[in-house]
């Protein structure tokens, strides 16, 4: 090799060398960019179904986030298949932030062992932003069924055969709660699942199932009228959004403990700037006194988080109801 060719190829090395370290620093430099400049369209935020508490919340927050962004926020319900339809579409999203889901035990947690082929991975393909809400699950009855605490309700279906229970889905909490009932209790209700909370709440109104665990944002107008009646709550200790009602632990229903949670995600590799613009944004509003109190006369309690406790906790819970769902035997109807 020459002398100048030597050296033309030196030069050419550090060119490409500062080229590489110059793009590197355009990228880190303008990741606080991208978040300041977030959104610059409108975000969609993908719910289970209307008249489900998962569209309540989702109305909500996006209400709010427009007004703070002065960008629209829409609502777009997939019901169906227990939430895994709105889950996978999210999880194939691009990684920018525009489609966030309001995901919940159904599409993250039990659709891991109910669907073998699951076309998302829950922990893989979604990253967390941050808790929204925590509450309980109300086991309601018709007002024809002859009883008025868990008690009755017992000794009334220990012999029946013709009891059905509804559900916003299979592998939804309200499924998974009435499993964990008939568990507890020994009762045989067969399981009819619906492709929202709103459906099943319609259906039990009508008579066409006699039972079903939903959460009291759903049924609040009904329970308040008397068209159904609560007979306990999903959790060992009493709710404050429904105090009158009893807690499980209170029914004697030992080993009854199912929390009603919500919370809102994004695709993986989402800029870590724009998960934390996000979370900070939308953990603001769930903070004002006036959105507490909203979600709380709704019968279910606001509550944020990071977005890495949102993602242990949903690891948390698939530990938890994997073996409770296969000791039960528990499948998708």
């Known amino acids: 090799m020459s002398l100048i060719s030597g050296i033309s190829a030196l030069l050419l090395c550090q060119v490409k060398h500062w080229r590489k370290l110059f793009l590197c620093m355009v990228i880190v430099s303008s990741a606080p960019l991208v978040a300041q400049d977030y959104p610059t369209k409108p975000v969609r935020i993908f719910g289970h179904g209307p008249g489900s508490t998962a569209d309540y919340l989702s109305r909500v927050v996006a209400q709010k986030l427009s007004e703070k962004w002065g960008q629209p926020v829409i609502v777009d319900n997939r019901a169906g298949a227990g939430g895994t339809v709105p889950a996978d579409l999210v999880a194939k999203a691009p ?27 829950p922990v893989k393909d979604l990253v967390g932003v941050t808790m929204v809400a925590t509450g309980v699950t109300v086991m309601m009855v ?15 279906a220990k012999n029946r055969k013709d009891l059905n229970f509804s559900s916003a889905g299979n592998g939804t909490i309200s499924h998974l709660t009435g499993e964990l009932f008939k568990q507890v209790t020994g009762i045989n209700m067969m399981h009819i699942p619906y492709k929202s909370a709103g459906a099943g709440l319609t259906a039990l109104i009508a008579n066409e199932t006699q039972v079903s665990f939903l959460s009291p944002v759903t049924a609040a107008a009904q329970l308040k009228t008397g068209k159904l009646k609560a007979l306990v709550v999903s959790t060992s200790d009493r709710f404050s959004g429904l105090p009158e009602v009893p807690s499980s632990s209170e029914a004697g229903l030992v080993g009854m403990d199912a929390q009603l949670w919500f919370g809102l995600f994004t695709s993986a590799k989402t800029p870590k700037a724009v998960q934390q613009k996000l979370n900070q944004d939308i953990t603001e509003i769930l903070r004002r006194p006036d959105v507490k109190e909203l979600f709380l006369k709704q019968g279910i309690q606001a509550s944020s988080s990071s977005p890495e406790s949102l993602e242990d906790f949903v690891k948390t819970e698939i530990k938890r109801w994997t073996p409770i769902i296969k000791n039960a035997n528990i499948q998708a109807d």
């Not at 489609?99 to 998302?120: D, E, F, K």
């Not at 018709?142 to 009334?156: G, L, Q, R």
């Open 95 to 121: 990684a920018d932030g525009y489609s966030l889901l309001m995901g919940h035990a159904g599409p993250m947690v039990s659709s891991v062992t109910l669907y073998p082929n699951l076309p998302y991975d």
């Open 142 to 156: 018709h007002p024809s069924i002859p009883a008025n605490t868990v008690a009755e309700f017992i000794k009334y």
